[in-house]
């Protein structure tokens, strides 16, 4: 039977896709990785496959799956947002949406906390608390994966702060009103959001124009953030690198400490045994700030405290997260290993069909998609910009390389077939 993975967002996606359609490719799946526009090709032509849908949103997965059952697809849930969010869970409950639920075949939760808030008699047969590959792969039996770059940054950084920022709603690179246009369905305060977030942008580029000169600083900013803002306010600093290079895990496994305002991946440094800071505006609106990663951190609100903290606590490796992991697991399940889970309830709930075969016809398509791509992109517009930006790093190098390293952890044997640049083919 044939799995379809849609990929948008390489530096967060790309290794544990990878690292999954090798193991499900083991037990005799065939996956196919690409990204929306060619999964959504396969998807009208072909059948009796499973497509792992990636988050609701409204209006358009309304369509596409609508496309699936009418080939006799399955849709197995496994959401990229199912954890953070705001204290009325407003993201949450309008992603685990009626139509994604009845529409799903198997809903994979990242915990407990987001089962309570869409179980019922009817679906709890479709509901599998499984956690999330992606935090899965913190844990230290996935090291291999990360040790080239994470050699590669401590070469050319030695030791460094690295300051995440998540302010993809205020300084998006698609620009406020096409912000504006995208979520006001979806978020009634849209234009407090976009607002605070250019006053905690504001204050994150106060921060490190403050930091000691002798500091060397890593800035990352969201991928769907736009630079012009810090370059403008920032790039005069001979201690500062502004970069949205690769997946960030190698950047938190090889920085001195994290500094974030209420970010995920402080979330991930904590699963990686440390314990981050978090700096907000002095005037806090909780209301639309996320919780969690806040419980989690270390809160200084004046810049000359977080000064005093780099002085005495350069190396954080000495805490203990203990306590910080137990608050986590209801809403993450890390204790679990979501690779396996997941992998061995797609074989519980997989149907026996014969693999689709892809025509000559469809492959020159396919590429001839790609081709098209290149040349689009050639013609940047916001839109294209911010599609450019996300898939970046989703090439043969990286997909082959991580499928290697898989085929080595895992002792697997399972080879990667490149359809286009932009589709790829994992089959044992």
Not at 104 to 131: A, H, R, V, Y
Not at 200 to 227: A, C, F, G
Not at 233 to 245: A, F, K, P, S, V
Not at 281 to 300: A, D, F, Q, V
Request: proline fraction near 2%; hydrophobic fraction near 35%.
């Amino acid at each position: 039977m044939d799995i379809l993975f849609p990929i948008e967002t390489a530096s967060r996606e790309l290794l544990y896709k990878v690292y999954l359609c090798n193991i499900l490719s083991n037990k005799g799946f065939n996956c196919y990785l690409g990204t929306k526009k060619e999964v959504y090709y396969l998807i009208d032509k072909f059948e009796n496959f499973i497509y792992f849908d990636k988050g609701y949103h409204q209006g358009k997965s309304d369509i596409i799956y609508k496309k699936i059952k009418k080939n006799n697809g399955l849709i197995f849930s496994l959401d990229e947002e199912g954890a953070i969010d705001f204290p009325d869970s407003s993201t949450l409950k309008n992603r685990y949406s009626k139509a994604l639920t009845e529409n799903s075949d198997k809903i994979f939760l990242w915990g407990e906390f987001q089962k309570s808030l869409i179980d019922n008699k009817s679906i709890s047969k479709k509901i599998k608390i499984t956690g999330h590959p992606r935090f899965h792969m913190l844990k230290k039996k996935f090291r291999l994966l990360y040790k080239e770059e994470v050699n590669r940054i401590k070469n050319k950084f030695g030791d460094f702060i690295l300051i995440n920022t998540n302010l993809g709603f205020g300084n998006n690179i698609i620009g406020d009103k096409n912000v504006k246009d995208r979520y006001s369905n979806r978020f009634e305060n849209i234009n407090n959001i976009i607002n605070y977030d250019k006053i905690k942008m504001q204050s994150i580029v106060d921060l490190i124009l403050k930091l000691p000169n002798s500091q060397k600083i890593v800035l990352r900013p969201h991928p769907e953030e736009s630079l012009d803002y810090y370059n403008k306010n920032l790039g005069h600093l001979n201690n500062l690198t502004i970069t949205y290079e690769g997946s960030v895990v190698p950047w938190l496994i090889s920085c001195n400490m994290l500094i974030h305002q209420d970010c995920t991946t402080s979330i991930e440094y904590l699963m990686l045994g440390r314990k981050s800071v978090s700096y907000l505006p002095k005037e806090k609106k909780y209301n639309i700030l996320t919780e969690l990663p806040l419980k989690i951190s270390h809160r200084i609100d004046k810049i000359e405290d977080i000064i005093s903290f780099i002085l005495e606590r350069k190396n954080h490796t000495d805490y203990s997260c203990d306590k910080e992991l137990k608050i986590i697991e209801k809403y993450f399940s890390f204790s679990l290993d979501s690779l396996k889970e997941i992998s061995e309830e797609s074989q519980k709930n997989a149907i026996l069909y014969s693999n689709n075969k892809l025509k000559i016809k469809d492959r020159c398509f396919l590429k001839l998609m790609s081709i098209r791509r290149k040349l689009r992109n050639m013609i940047i517009k916001d839109e294209v910009k911010l599609s450019m930006k996300k898939l970046k790093g989703f090439n043969n190098k990286n997909i082959t390389y991580f499928n290697s390293k898989t085929n080595e952890i895992e002792d697997s044997k399972v080879n990667l077939i490149p359809i286009s640049s932009n589709l790829y083919l994992f089959k044992k």
